[in-house]
């Protein structure tokens, strides 16, 4: 589809999710990826950042008062600017390791919802962390990318890419977006239905990272054929006598917990496809639609997705990699794909 490679250059594509951030180096392919989380230390009204992505991350719901670790990303944009242009800092010197390097020309992507002052502060944001210039990408089309479809091709493409904070859906031709809708809608938000299930259900108070083991381990979006399907041990609060509890969850109360996300997910699809010109639509008949992102990978998304909408429905290859892999490719293939890359200031 493009050209050969060029040499290495210091130049890197950043995918700055809402539950991670990976970044690729031109010529070296994706060399870091780690959690979006910050842990900082309040001093006289200033913030002292004391770790940085895994490290924090272990740090969520575990900090003593005057230490706080927080996700500067929510719903695909900044909501913690500060904070989040320390952390791309933080990202860009351990990528370099060198202390002096030449200021990389850096591509990041962006929801396709994200709004001009959203995308102003992300651009600050990296322009701020030490970019020579920074650039954004929408995120529909660097998940298309990196899933390898034909989007420079007269095709009608569509791509579902379900992150941590946003699903974003897009039809696409000739490299570019002809319909795309951005729902806030993704791994964060079935967690939190997760967690809100348990409290409703079973009077359990779990925190965050047992909703998400719960989710990546049994999480399924249909129910299971026997009503019941697999199950795990699961430990919380107990909410009536504030006591620790164990219990058992199956993956057919998991499946009711995340009817509500998922159904979001299949509205938001089957809205692009109304909203779709009926040529392309026709192609999206023929070749399907492709899932990318983290969120793909829960159980039988496809299934459920393929039966609400009569579609084919595939998973990419790569599906949690894909948008980093795609930014990485509108790096090295610029001149191709400058269409997509807007360097406004």
Do not use: W
Request: negative net charge; contains cysteine; charged residues 25%.
């Amino acid at each position: 589809m493009f050209g050969g490679f060029s040499l290495f250059s210091s130049d890197m594509a950043i995918d700055l999710g809402t539950a991670n951030t990976l970044v690729y180096v031109k010529g070296k392919g994706i060399i870091l990826n780690e959690p979006s989380v910050v842990a900082f230390n309040l001093k006289n009204g200033r913030k002292e950042v004391l770790a940085v992505g895994e490290d924090a991350k272990l740090m969520l719901g575990r900090t003593p008062g005057s230490i706080q670790a927080i996700r500067p990303m929510r719903e695909g944009v900044i909501a913690d600017f500060d904070v989040a242009e320390e952390m791309i800092k933080h990202f860009i010197r351990k990528v370099h390791k060198r202390t002096t390097f030449t200021k990389p020309k850096i591509i990041v992507c962006v929801p396709h919802g994200a709004t001009p002052v959203e995308k102003r502060a992300i651009r600050q944001s990296v322009l701020g962390a030490g970019a020579r210039r920074a650039g954004l990408i929408a995120e529909p089309i660097a998940a298309a990318i990196g899933a390898g479809m034909p989007i420079t091709d007269p095709t009608g493409n569509m791509v579902v890419d379900i992150g941590g904070g946003t699903t974003e859906v897009a039809v696409m031709s000739l490299g570019d977006i002809v319909y795309a809708r951005s729902v806030r809608v993704g791994g964060d938000r079935m967690d939190e239905a997760i967690i809100s299930y348990l409290r409703r259900q079973q009077n359990l108070l779990v925190g965050e990272a047992t909703a998400e083991r719960i989710k990546t381990s049994i999480g399924t979006a249909r129910m299971p054929d026997d009503g019941r399907g697999a199950s795990m041990m699961i430990r919380g609060r107990d909410l009536l006598n504030g006591i620790p509890k164990e219990t058992e969850l199956t993956q057919a109360q998991v499946a009711e917990a995340l009817s509500e996300p998922v159904q979001q997910i299949c509205e938001a699809v089957m809205t692009a496809l109304e909203a779709t010109p009926p040529d392309l639509a026709a192609d999206i008949v023929d070749r399907g639609v492709m899932l990318t992102g983290g969120g793909a990978l829960l159980g039988d998304l496809d299934l459920a997705l393929r039966e609400q909408t009569g579609l084919p429905i595939s998973i990419a290859d790569d599906s949690l990699h894909c948008v980093a892999l795609g930014t990485g490719k509108s790096l090295e293939y610029e001149k191709e794909l400058r269409h997509a890359i807007d360097y406004e200031s």
